[in-house]
């Protein structure tokens, strides 16, 4: 079986200022890791994802995470955050292989104070 | 535009009664998911399907039922037998399997009083 810890529910950030929000996994296989984005009332939204290759994924709007396998770890990160980050955001993972179904964590809602 | 249609938006039931949450999408998916939201609890699976005329319980399944008699719908019913049925439902879709993109719709908040 598998998990994700994110251990941070809520994490307020001043504008501008750097973030990361920590993502941790449990697994017995290889994984697949993803970051999803939730604005208010709406579904999730792909941000970025780790399959193989590089450690470090970056997505189009300056979020980038680097997958830890030692640490089993995905963290997101952001150097500068906007008013508009202001969201939850959700890590995610499953096996790469065989069909164990995506897992998602509790979620960390991100509050961009001006 | 391709993408996952929910409706509707919100909705409103009496206790006891059975209602049907509405999923479409537009993208040829094979795969398709329906998910529970609850404060703090994350995204939890009730049911999911990977191709038509087939589809598997998730973790929380017990007051739900579904179908899929065509490959862009995957309605969701639930079902007086759901305890505590109030809560926000997300549909979403992917191409193939777990390890895919999963594209969301903009969600149905079941409300039951």
């Known amino acids: 079986a598998q998990s994700v810890t994110q251990l941070d529910s809520q994490v307020p950030v001043f504008e501008e200022a750097p973030v990361e929000l920590r993502c941790n996994y449990s697994?017995?296989?290889?994984?697949?890791l993803f970051w999803y984005v939730q604005y208010p009332n709406q579904g999730l939204q792909l941000l970025l994802k780790?399959?193989?290759?590089?450690?470090l994924v970056e997505s189009i709007n300056g979020f980038e995470a680097e997958f830890n396998k030692s640490q089993t770890s995905f963290h997101l990160r952001k150097p500068s955050v906007h008013i508009s980050d202001t969201a939850e955001y959700f890590c995610a993972v499953s096996a790469n292989f065989g069909n164990e179904k995506l897992t998602f964590g509790t979620g960390t809602r991100l509050t961009i104070i001006p | 535009d391709g993408g996952i249609t929910q409706s509707p938006k919100y909705l409103f039931r009496k206790e006891g009664q059975n209602v049907t949450l509405s999923c479409e999408q537009n993208?040829?998916?094979?795969?398709m998911y329906w998910y529970r939201q609850d404060p703090g609890q994350g995204l939890r699976l009730i049911y999911y399907?990977?191709?038509?005329?087939?589809?598997q319980k998730g973790d929380i399944a017990e007051g739900y039922s579904v179908s899929r008699e065509k490959k862009e719908s995957f309605p969701l019913t639930v079902t007086s037998a759901q305890k505590n049925p109030t809560a926000f439902y997300l549909c979403?879709?992917?191409?193939?399997?777990?390890?895919?993109?999963?594209?969301f719709g903009q969600g149905t908040r079941l409300t039951v009083v």
């Open positions: 697994s017995s296989v290889s994984v697949y």
């Open positions: 979403a879709s992917s191409s193939s399997g777990w390890n895919t993109e999963a594209f």
């Open positions: 399907s990977q191709i038509v005329n087939d589809f």
């Open positions: 780790y399959l193989s290759g590089s450690t």
């Open positions: 993208l040829n998916h094979d795969a």
